[in-house]
């Protein structure tokens, strides 16, 4: 798994910063951070973010982006 970098705004929002572990491109992902926090609890991603599309989620989960994920 790819480090990742979080940072939390005013906004309440958070921006997940990494590294593909494939390309080694650099990845960021903002996402709310009640539902960020709701994911880190142990729910499930993709019942955080059910409508968000799998590679997505996996970009938000590794950093691993759409077109590197296998």
Same mark, same amino acid.
């Given at each position: 798994? #790819?480090?990742?970098?979080l940072?939390?705004?005013?906004?309440?929002?958070?921006?997940?910063?990494?590294?593909?572990?494939?390309?080694?491109?650099?990845?960021?992902? *903002?996402?709310? #951070?009640?539902?960020?926090?709701?994911?880190?609890?142990?729910?499930?991603?993709?019942?955080?973010?059910?409508? *968000?599309? &799998?590679?997505?989620?996996?970009?938000?989960?590794?950093?691993?982006? &759409?077109?590197?994920w &296998?």
């Open positions: 798994m #790819a480090t990742l970098e940072i939390k705004d005013e906004r309440n929002t958070v921006s997940i910063l990494g590294k593909c572990m494939f390309c080694e491109g650099n990845t960021c992902v *903002t996402v709310d #951070a009640d539902d960020y926090d709701l994911w880190q609890s142990g729910e499930l991603i993709q019942n955080v973010w059910p409508d *968000t599309e &799998p590679e997505q989620r996996e970009l938000i989960r590794t950093g691993t982006h &759409p077109d590197c &296998p």
